[in-house]
């Protein structure tokens, strides 16, 4: 297959994982007029979507792409497996992805800033076909051979995905001791095709909302802000200034309101015994932080990789941020939604 055929096919396909959830989900709602909602949708939905979404937090992102923790085999394979049912790419595309925007945040190479456009930073990147260079940014993932395997079978977990739902619709429905099938189509339609709309749309929304509205507590070198709301339904997500403050912290929440589900997931299974080298910021760095750009904390984003020039970049963005952010927080304090 050339290399045209393979980039119109993967367009096509990128298009459909955004177009194919969202007229589900305005199905879904036109058929609640006649036929409502049973109990177990409503269930499968919850018990998917959060599954999901802490596989992508705890999983994907604090876990894989910030080495903000260590854990056994088991945890592991268990959060990736459900951050690759979120259907947000394979292990290693995410997080390559996410690195690029940790290094390039809201300057041209950010692949999914809002400052080119509010759609762009939300879902246009992905329609735009990007494609994240892995070994440049996530080289040191390659070595892990329990990732490169989930990342490789990607498509076989995002079908189970989509099968759990579709199964447990039609057996729990049954009639007569028959396969209901019109029980499973609905399951699947609630806990498979709405719950991947909210999985995406919320996480896309940390990308957009969290670089344009909320507030921000430390001076970072790009327009990162935390969001109440987002904070709520991404699973502590939302704390999005406080994480590029800070991008290797198993916590995003620094204050106690600030409630952040995945740091309550991290911090049980550390008090069993499970999880070790949990990372954590010290109240004197958090000082430190609230009045400084400091760019070797916010580039301090996977252990082990150098991206060349990164620090110099950041260098000159830290210069001007150290003298706007102020500027730049209370205007942003100001448009919270």
Same mark, same amino acid.
């Given at each position: 297959m050339s290399t045209k055929s393979a980039s119109i096919l993967t367009k096509v396909i990128l298009q459909l994982l955004v177009w194919v959830p969202l007229c589900a989900t305005v199905y879904a709602i036109y058929s609640l007029w006649g036929r409502g909602c049973t109990i177990l949708d409503l269930t499968l939905l919850l018990v998917g979507y959060t599954f999901c979404a802490?596989?992508?937090?705890?999983?994907?992102?604090?876990?894989?792409? #910030?080495?903000?923790?260590?854990?056994?085999?088991?945890?592991?394979?268990?959060?990736? !497996?459900?951050? +690759?049912?979120?259907? $947000?790419?394979? *292990? =290693?595309?995410? *997080? *390559?992805?996410? !690195? $690029?925007?940790?290094?390039? +945040?809201?300057?041209?190479?950010?692949? #999914? +800033?809002?400052?080119?456009?509010?759609?762009?930073?939300?879902?246009?990147?992905?329609? /735009?076909?990007? $494609?994240? /260079?892995?070994?440049?940014?996530?080289?040191? =993932? =390659?070595?892990?051979?329990?990732?490169?395997?989930i990342s490789n079978t990607f498509f076989l977990w995002v079908l189970l995905s989509l099968v759990i739902p579709f199964v447990i619709g039609g057996w729990v429905e049954n009639l007569g001791g028959h396969f209901n099938w019109s029980a499973a189509g609905y399951a699947l339609l609630w806990a498979g095709a709405v719950r991947i709309f909210l999985n995406h749309h919320v996480t896309w929304a940390v990308n957009s909302i969290c670089h344009t509205y909320g507030?921000?507590?430390?001076?970072?070198?790009?327009? +990162?802000?935390?969001?109440? =709301? !987002?904070?709520?339904?991404?699973?502590?997500?939302?704390?999005?200034?406080? #994480? #590029?403050a800070f991008p290797r912290s198993a916590n995003h929440g620094m204050h106690w309101w600030q409630i952040d589900p995945s740091a309550y997931i991290i911090n049980t299974f550390e008090a069993l015994g499970f999880l070790k080298n949990v990372v954590r910021i010290s109240p004197e760095r958090l000082a430190i932080r609230r009045i400084k750009a400091d760019v070797a904390e916010e580039r301090d984003v996977l252990p082990g990789l150098v991206l060349p020039g990164m620090m110099e970049h950041g260098a000159a963005m830290a210069a001007a941020a150290s003298t706007v952010a102020e500027v730049v927080s209370n205007a942003a304090g100001h448009s919270q939604i």
């Open positions: 802490l596989g992508i937090t705890v999983g994907y992102h604090r876990m894989l792409t #910030h080495k903000g923790f260590e854990a056994p085999g088991w945890f592991r394979a268990f959060f990736l !497996i459900c951050g +690759s049912m979120a259907l $947000q790419g394979p *292990a =290693l595309k995410w *997080a *390559a992805t996410h !690195i $690029q925007h940790h290094a390039n +945040s809201d300057d041209d190479d950010d692949p #999914h +800033s809002p400052v080119k456009s509010f759609f762009h930073g939300h879902v246009g990147w992905i329609l /735009d076909d990007f $494609q994240p /260079d892995i070994p440049r940014y996530a080289g040191p =993932l =390659l070595k892990d051979k329990l990732v490169v395997f507030n921000r507590e430390f001076v970072t070198t790009d327009g +990162s802000t935390n969001h109440f =709301l !987002i904070g709520l339904l991404a699973m502590g997500e939302g704390w999005h200034n406080n #994480h #590029h």
